[in-house]
């Protein structure tokens, strides 16, 4: 497989150098491919993207305003690598697979708090309001050297929305769609003296749809509907040059509607929160302190009816010291992390899981550029209460062949700690689970010219004890239905390639797109992981003239296999998305949005042999949006 694309990249070569030299002297695009911007997350401190050894991706505010009406898992499926399962309609359970790992081997962020469940392990995405995100950083690749236990896959870090200036300046917009769908959302941010501040609140509430396609009790197929209120707010005191106070909050609420074969109107309401101050000095010319304290939390609440409740509620208390040094050539970072995780589930009132566990590292990190070379060092010990300590390591290189071209390579290793859930859970966990651990061995040829960027990612991610709810009811596992079970699988080896690009066919039209091959296989059974296509990508062209803007999207995914023994198989699909936009002044726009356009009937997920998720048909959403320049 990785011959036959370093053979089409030699090939492509010269045409990729010829098409740069017609077009240096010509208008070009705006938009980017993420190789030369300023992330944060590839090192836990602001560098170059062409520092940067790792797979980066980053999306602007342009980008998802592009997609309103949408949500966040919308969004995150047009990134590379990445496949999105749904469990029903808008506010159902979702999961991100991120390189063909697990959806809870993913380390996420909210302006550098943990979100991620403690008893699940998954982040409730559908929960997260588009409208209150300015930006999202993507890292591809196991990060626990970086960021701890569970980046086996990578680490997606959201920004919400702010704006830095010594104006006050307005936006919202108001917004409505197919499936009685509505939303609006309001914010403002200014200034006072050395006080920099602001706030926005959001709302969503759609009627959706079934929750499940073609149940066989009537009464599970009315319409399962979602809403959410959402709000974001930040306030930073500059105390004295190079000395400031950042506060943040995010916070979300939402309830959705769901089928369970009960016949019942079954509901769960989903509460997410996560707010840290920070404290940055620069104690020196080179010496930068930063001292962070937050608290992420998710509550969660399901009533199946007629009786049965459950509650699930996880806080997570996180402190960060971290100091960056700047060398002569690079910057060295270290960094003391804590993070305090406490659970307590119940079903109808009695306590299933009330336990807590504490996790203390130290990480230390250098990234650093000199003339053709870029240098990515990590190393950190994690030391856990429950599961003992983990030394994980990253080293990275880069070598940048001529102005256009650059090649990196790549080393990581990563673990993840089994989740309360996993352990505890009456009826499902098993408390004898070993921790996951992952080596990956990647690298990449990066192509930037003036009117076209490119890049080819390889990676190869050995998985070991690999959890899977896949397992027979053992002593110490005894769930109520056989292979359920959460069992270490052995050994997983996921293999793949990605291929991006972007390409600005003159001022006003864009061409860009990705496409992902892997196989994530277990070693024993050279089965492949359930739900994960093989092949998959996405097209999107781009047009924008004057007061227009014009997109349209193409998405695709190869078959897969809805269960580990690969015996239930999903089709194939393709969906076709566009979006149009007009200015109708400087402050105000008009946005159409239409998705699956060829109204596509296709499946994600599967409750039953019988039995599938639905998925939304053709549909339409218009905005109008303000922004006071």
């Not at 109107?265 to 930063?290: G, P, R």
């Not at 050539?329 to 659970?343: C, H, M, P």
């Not at 110490?476 to 079970?485: H, S």
Request: charged share 20%.
């Amino acid at each position: 497989m990785y011959k036959s694309i370093l053979k089409t990249l030699i090939a492509i070569y010269p045409a990729l150098a010829f098409s740069e030299d017609i077009f240096r002297d010509s208008a070009t695009h705006q938009a980017s491919l993420s190789l030369d911007e300023v992330t944060v997350t590839a090192a836990r401190t602001p560098i170059s993207t062409k520092t940067a050894t790792g797979d980066i991706t980053i999306i602007e505010r342009d980008e998802i305003e592009r997609l309103s009406g949408s949500g966040l898992v919308d969004l995150l499926k047009l990134q590379p690598g990445i496949q999105i399962l749904t469990n029903g309609g808008m506010g159902n359970t979702s999961s991100v697979y991120m390189r063909g790992t697990n959806a809870d081997q993913l380390v996420v962020l909210v302006d550098g708090i943990r979100i991620n469940s403690a008893t699940t392990g998954t982040t409730a995405f559908e929960n997260l309001p588009l409208s209150t995100i300015d930006r999202i950083e993507i890292l591809r690749g196991p990060a626990s050297s970086l960021y701890g236990s569970d980046a086996i896959g990578g680490v997606i870090q959201i920004f919400t929305r702010r704006g830095l200036t010594d104006k006050t300046s307005f936006y919202g917009s108001v917004g409505a769609g197919s499936y009685d769908t509505y939303t609006g959302n309001v914010g403002l941010s200014s200034q006072y003296k050395a006080l920099q501040f602001g706030a926005q609140v959001s709302s969503y509430d759609t009627r959706g749809i079934s929750a499940r396609k073609n149940p066989p009790l009537a009464r599970d197929r009315d319409r399962d509907g979602y809403r959410n209120l959402g709000g974001s707010a930040f306030a930073t005191l500059n105390l004295a040059e190079g000395h400031s106070l950042n506060l943040n909050f995010f916070g979300s609420d939402g309830q959705n509607h769901y089928d369970n074969n009960n016949g019942f109107n079954n509901y769960s309401t989903m509460h997410q929160q996560a707010y840290s101050a920070t404290l940055k000095d620069q104690i020196t010319d080179f010496w930068k302190s930063t001292f962070k304290y937050g608290i992420g939390q998710d509550r969660s609440f399901n009533f199946e009816r007629p009786t049965r409740q459950t509650r699930f509620q996880t806080d997570q208390t996180q402190i960060t010291w971290q100091h960056d040094f700047t060398l002569p050539i690079g910057v060295l970072t270290f960094a003391y992390d804590r993070l305090e995780q406490d659970v307590l589930t119940s079903t109808n009132s009695i306590r299933n899981i009330d336990k807590s566990r504490n996790n203390d590292s130290f990480t230390l990190g250098y990234v650093g550029q000199y003339e053709a070379h870029s240098t990515q060092l990590s190393l950190r010990e994690d030391h856990n209460t429950q599961y003992g300590s983990f030394v994980t390591g990253g080293i990275g290189y880069g070598y940048t062949l001529s102005p256009q071209w650059q090649v990196t390579t790549q080393y990581g290793s990563a673990f993840k700690a089994p989740t309360f859930n996993q352990l505890y859970f009456p009826n499902f966990g098993d408390p004898m689970l070993s921790p996951e651990k992952s080596d990956n061995l990647e690298a990449s040829l990066r192509y930037q010219g003036n009117r076209m960027q490119a890049k080819l990612t390889l990676f190869d991610n050995h998985i070991r004890n690999l959890i899977q709810n896949a397992g027979p009811v053992t002593a110490t596992c005894g769930a109520t239905f056989a292979g359920f079970c959460p069992i270490n699988a052995g050994k997983v080896e996921i293999q793949g390639i990605t291929a991006e690009a972007l390409y600005a066919l003159n001022a006003d039209w864009q061409l860009s797109g990705n496409a992902t091959i892997q196989s994530p296989r277990v070693d024993e059974t050279n089965n492949l992981l359930a739900r994960r296509s093989q092949r998959y990508g996405n097209l999107v062209l781009q047009y924008k003239s004057g007061d227009w803007d014009w997109s349209t999207e193409v998405s695709a995914f190869s078959p897969r296999y809805d269960n580990a023994a690969n015996t239930t198989t999903l089709s194939g699909y393709a969906l076709l998305n566009s979006t149009l936009g007009y200015k109708l002044s400087r402050d105000w726009k008009l946005q159409a949005r239409a998705n699956n356009i060829l109204d596509k009937d296709y499946v994600l997920a599967k409750v039953s042999s019988t039995v599938d998720y639905n998925t939304m048909g053709a549909n339409v959403f218009f905005s109008l949006n303000y922004d006071m320049h």
